[in-house]
């Protein structure tokens, strides 16, 4: 792959619904497509996954954009790729900033699988021809509303519900969705928002059937909760404190956790991904796709990845309509069942509507080889 052009699109798009989590509430979501033309040219896709606010991890929309356009895409035009494992090992000498680098990498896969004719699924390893999800249920302003929430997606077919936690919107709500809902698979999310001293009051989640507990320490513990996971039942699943191969393997090693959220833009993209994808299966940790509010760019990447055999737990890859009333690509993420049907077209397997991009777009940097 020589490449010959690389478009960043900046976009605005607003969620139907706001989403709220233990550290803030997400209504217009700010982002990058990354367009990128080879000299024969094919295109290639990729989407930027970090916030406008260093909330979640501290990467930002401006941290993407300065990486991107200073540091990263400068490597990437220095020489051809012959394949896209390369781009990490290019980008190693850049520290951190895992989603700028996925951003520029995930449109690398996505133009070389285009290349090949095949499907991104099936160049990364792909198995599966249809991926189980699940959904992310934010905080609700009432148990009441919360209970109607997870009613609606229960009906629309969705294998398990995930609901955001934070204290004073924990246990006992919890409890009354487990009491609606007996036999549904439920697990939470708290984001980081716990610390040890409340192992006493975590440690009642064990009565409630729960598949995990996403992330209740600190964004960048692997320490204190391996103490945490020692004493409850309740699988803890990590998601902020694993932003590499190395972070995973660590926490696997320390009992940090017992099941892993990938997310291919925390980890720094798709090679490093599936490093951990194969790592994870050696040792029999289930694995699962996370999310980003993506847009279908992401979210086309995302199913790919689930594709791999060691995803066995329902991902957050819900369908577009859940966050979009138009998503920029055609045809929209549809759920069936609570599935979605792994495309087998060449690359994401979905195509970018050039006339929706541009309605959301506030910004474009172009930059030539
Ligand atoms: O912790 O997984 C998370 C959304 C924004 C930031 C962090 C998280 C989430 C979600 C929703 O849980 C995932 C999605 O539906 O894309
Ligand atoms: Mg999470």
């Not at 406008?52 to 941290?63: D, F, G, Q």
């Not at 229960?154 to 398990?160: A, F, H, I, N, T």
């Not at 924990?170 to 708290?190: C, N, S, Y």
């Not at 694993?242 to 993209?269: M, P, Q, T």
Request: aromatic content about 8%; some cysteine; overall charge negative.
């Amino acid at each position: 792959i020589t490449i010959d052009k690389i478009i960043l699109h900046k976009l605005v798009m607003s969620l139907k619904d706001p989403f709220e989590t233990s550290f803030g509430t997400f209504q217009d979501k700010e982002f990058f497509i990354v367009e990128m033309i080879d000299k024969d040219g094919f295109t290639g896709f990729g989407e930027s996954v970090a916030f406008s606010s260093p909330w979640y991890t501290e990467e930002t929309v401006k941290t993407n954009e300065h990486m991107m356009v200073d540091f990263l895409i400068p490597l990437l035009l220095k020489e051809p790729i012959e394949h896209p494992d390369e781009v990490s090992k290019r980008f190693q000498i850049i520290r951190r900033n895992p989603m700028a680098k996925s951003a520029l990498e995930g449109a690398v896969w996505d133009l070389y699988a285009k290349r090949k004719g095949w499907s991104l699924a099936k160049v990364l390893g792909g198995t599966r021809s249809q991926i189980d999800v699940g959904i992310s249920i934010g905080i609700q302003p009432s148990v009441r509303s919360l209970l109607q929430v997870v009613e609606r997606y229960v009906l629309e077919g969705y294998k398990r519900m995930k609901i955001k936690i934070k204290p004073g919107w924990d246990v006992e709500v919890l409890k009354e969705v487990r009491r609606e809902f007996p036999t549904i698979q439920l697990m939470a999310d708290a984001n980081s928002a716990y610390t040890l001293e409340d192992i006493h009051h975590l440690k009642k989640l064990d009565d409630l059937n729960l598949m995990m507990i996403e992330q209740p320490l600190g964004h960048d513990d692997i320490v204190d909760h391996a103490k945490l996971q020692a004493a409850i039942e309740t699988p803890i699943c990590l998601d902020e404190s694993i932003n590499s191969f190395d972070d995973a393997r660590r926490a696997i090693e320390l009992g940090s956790c017992k099941i892993i959220n990938v997310k291919i833009g925390r980890v720094g993209g798709l090679t490093e991904s599936k490093k951990i994808h194969d790592y994870c299966k050696l040792q029999g940790v289930d694995v699962w796709c996370g999310g980003m509010l993506e847009a279908g760019v992401g979210r086309a990447h995302n199913i790919a990845l689930t594709s791999l055999d060691q995803f066995t737990l329902p991902g957050d890859t819900a369908a577009s309509e859940r966050y979009w009333d138009q998503d920029i690509i055609e045809p929209a993420v549809t759920v069936e069942n609570g599935i979605i049907h792994v495309p087998e077209k060449p690359g994401i397997g979905y195509e970018v509507n050039r006339k929706v991009l541009e309605s959301f777009r506030v910004d474009k940097i172009t930059v030539s080889n």
